[in-house]
């Protein structure tokens, strides 16, 4: 797997080795496919992720631990060497995207009821808050659009174009919360996961994200 790596996210990768004790681990995330011949390949390596999709889709999660429940923003570097086309983000079966990011939230109440559960009960749940931070589409930054698959509990939220390059981002997950689900909305961190989508337009992602922090 780490042949497909290009040599941008590779030299991204090694420039984050030496990251703070608070980014997140990616070292025993899970794959989860969504069909039985479609997968990426991820290359974990503890606060960096290198990932290639060709033709593929999957998606790579983590429950988190009760203590990071409380975080209320994230900050990460990615990168993409290799881009899907530009597509239409809300459109089901034709929204292929180079990364996304999830973070799942549930109201505290209920949130220990799913504390051993896997990704498609948290994200299936009725309960569930899910904003996915988008490297793709055509669409402009900042861009709050419906999740073609997850209904009333998702929403995208557009940071980058379809196209390549490197950037560190810097989210308030709280006031994102808010503006794609409407004020007041609000809960625990639950869950995060990766993913790449080139399906269905047949193309190749190579990219990475690293330094993923909570506060």
């Not at 974990?44 to 988190?64: E, F, I, M, Y």
């Not at 220990?112 to 904003?131: C, F, G, H, P, T």
Request: no cysteine.
């Amino acid at each position: 797997m780490h042949r497909f790596l290009p040599v941008a996210t590779l030299a991204l990768m090694t420039a984050l080795s030496a990251l703070p004790a608070a980014a997140v681990d990616f070292t025993g995330w899970t794959e989860q496919k969504f069909s039985l011949f479609s997968s990426n390949d991820y290359r974990q390596a503890g606060s960096s992720l290198g990932v290639k999709s060709d033709g593929s889709v999957s998606l790579l999660w983590t429950r988190l631990p009760e203590a990071e429940w409380g975080a209320t923003s994230a900050s990460w570097r990615w990168s993409v060497d290799q881009s899907v086309p530009p597509t239409p983000l809300d459109q089901k079966g034709g929204d292929d995207r180079n990364l996304s990011l999830y973070f799942v939230f549930l109201p505290e109440t209920v949130a220990a009821q799913y504390k051993d559960s896997n990704i498609r009960k948290l994200l299936e749940a009725d309960e569930a808050r899910v904003l996915l931070y988008v490297w793709g589409g055509d669409t402009a930054r900042g861009t709050i659009l419906p999740s073609p698959y997850l209904g009333a509990r998702g929403k995208t939220v557009v940071l980058r174009g379809a196209g390549t390059g490197a950037f560190a981002e810097s989210v308030n997950l709280q006031t994102d919360l808010s503006r794609a689900f409407g004020s007041g909305t609000d809960g625990v961190l639950v869950g995060l996961a990766v993913s790449a989508d080139s399906d269905d337009t047949d193309s190749v992602i190579s990219g990475g994200i690293a330094n993923l922090t909570l506060k």
